[in-house]
């Protein structure tokens, strides 16, 4: 499949098959957009300096958990997939198994926790959003609990949800509110309508949240993530979760520490693509002094990786683990599962190939961020 070869192609091709109003969803952020392009932009400035005479090492398995991936990155938390059509998650879900890499499912998905479990054939990796009932949480929790999922990543960096212009001018809500510019918009696009029509309208199961009475998308969201995040709750789901918890959202050495301090398993550097802060810094150049906060735990980061070499760089800052989102969702939309599965095979080539050409797991291959080297022992 030639459109998957590039993430700036997947895009294009993804905004041919989906309405406008859709693709903004995915592809739009907070405010002026800034966060998302500093993400993006600070992988593409950072510099791998390579040990050309290292033993090429060709073996791209990792281990996390007590469980062992194909490669070590996975598909990020998505909510709302079902804006693309409302097979998104279990599709999805199928394509990281089939690629054997990690698989984290949005608190706030389409499609239950249970159903997206049964459809891959294993328990996905639980994202976790504080809703405003916390009776809610705890339900959820449990529910992941029976089911095994060995990972519990709750989220830290949405009390408010950011205000994402896009969707603001959209008129974006759930259900839909139809307007002449949305209708002319869906008959464009015939196969979007078909699909929205034979799925039904958006639910969000795994919350039970009712969207049925929303005003707009923003007001369904804060019902569902608006609820109190502190140090007390995260204490009570250590000791309620008996997996892997982590904590995403972290962009600071000093909560990494508390974090781990209350016996948390890690963290995932991240600024949530730039939906939430538009000021926030790209979560690469937070990496390196959380990863050093957290020893002996896990650092996963997201946000703006675009390609298998992205990957590496992330490693070489200090991630043991990281997370694609938008490339994931611009693949689905463009292809469905099998596109899915093809980037995912992309991206493990790219990152072997830039592993054996860097070098990696030589001490003398460094990254070069902002224009200081990170220290090898962050890696």
Request: charged residues 20%; hydrophobic residues 45%; glycine residues 8%.
């Amino acid at each position: 499949m030639d459109y998957v070869h590039d993430f700036r192609e997947l895009r294009r091709s993804a905004r041919r098959r989906l309405p406008g109003f859709a693709f903004d969803f995915i592809d739009g952020s907070a405010g002026r957009e800034a966060a998302a392009a500093r993400n993006v932009q600070a992988f593409a400035d950072a510099e791998i300096h390579p040990d050309p005479l290292h033993p090429r090492a060709r073996e791209t398995r990792c281990a996390l958990f007590n469980q062992s991936y194909a490669a070590p990155f996975g598909i990020a938390p998505m909510g709302g997939l079902g804006i693309i059509d409302g097979r998104a998650d279990i599709s999805i879900a199928r394509a990281a198994a089939a690629c054997d890499v990690p698989y984290v499912l949005s608190s706030v998905a389409n499609t239950s926790l249970e159903d997206v479990a049964r459809a891959a054939g294993r328990s996905p990796w639980l994202q976790l959003y504080c809703p405003q009932d916390r009776s809610l949480l705890f339900g959820l929790v449990d529910r992941a609990k029976d089911l095994g999922c060995p990972v519990l990543m709750l989220t830290v960096d949405m009390p408010m949800v950011g205000k994402r212009l896009r969707d603001i001018r959209n008129r974006l809500s759930i259900p839909f509110r139809w307007s002449a510019r949305t209708v002319i918009d869906v008959v464009a696009r015939p196969r979007w309508g078909l699909a929205q029509l034979v799925n039904g309208p958006l639910q969000f199961p795994n919350l039970r949240v009712p969207a049925d009475d929303a005003d707009d998308l923003a007001t369904l969201m804060a019902r569902q993530t608006g609820g109190i995040i502190d140090w007390e709750l995260i204490a009570t789901l250590r000791d309620r979760w008996p997996n892997a918890l982590l904590i995403k959202g972290v962009q600071s050495a000093s909560v990494a520490r508390r974090a781990h301090q209350l016996g948390c398993d890690g963290v995932v550097v991240s600024n949530h693509g730039g939906r939430q802060l538009d000021g926030a810094a790209a979560s690469l150049h937070s990496l390196s002094a959380v990863a050093a906060a957290t020893r002996g735990g896990v650092t996963a980061i997201d946000s703006g990786l675009r390609c298998g070499e992205d990957v590496l760089k992330a490693r070489l800052a200090g991630a043991s683990v990281a997370f694609f989102g938008r490339p994931v969702a611009f693949a689905y939309a463009a292809g469905g599962q099998a596109a899915v599965e093809a980037l995912l095979r992309i991206l493990r080539h790219e990152y072997l190939c830039a592993c054996v050409q860097a070098g990696e797991g030589s001490p003398d291959v460094q990254l070069l961020l902002r224009n200081e080297l990170v220290p090898p022992a962050a890696s």
